[in-house]
């Protein structure tokens, strides 16, 4: 039974203290049933969250020493090829002297061997036209003498001729 009163702001005891009794019996079950599960779910996640942070700490701590390491390798590489095309320059620049050297020597050597042929093929030219002025000297005088020189005279009067022009040119 409902005890209704007329005015709607005047104080109750009895919903009063069944309200305060109600709300501590659900209070004293919640805090012992309830909020520990709560409290440990809350501390786990709280420390999931914390060892997160400090993993992810670890992991960039990890990737800033790889990258240290990754940037200190570059350099080192960058300086190695540095060094490498320095060296494979010098030795290009070093190759290149040897076989124009090379060349220049090959050169020289031809240039010298061709003058020596040269100078061989003139003197062989020269001693063959004295050698064919002197035989046709010799025949035309011979004809013009009427008379027919025998070998010996013939080697002879070559010989002289020949002497003749080699005194006149030195």
Known sequence: MLIASADPLAFNLLPFITTIVVFTIVMGALSIYVWPKIQKGLDERNEKILHEIASAEAARVAASAK???????????????AVMIREAKAEAVRLGEEIRAKNEAELTARAR??????????????????SHAATLAISIAGRILQREINPSDQKRMVEESLAGMSSKRN
């Open 67 to 81: 990258q240290k390491e990754f940037e200190q390798k570059l350099s080192e590489a960058l300086e190695q090829s």
């Open 113 to 130: 061997r061709a003058g020596e042929e040269i100078e061989n093929a003139r003197r062989t030219a020269v001693a063959e036209l004295e």
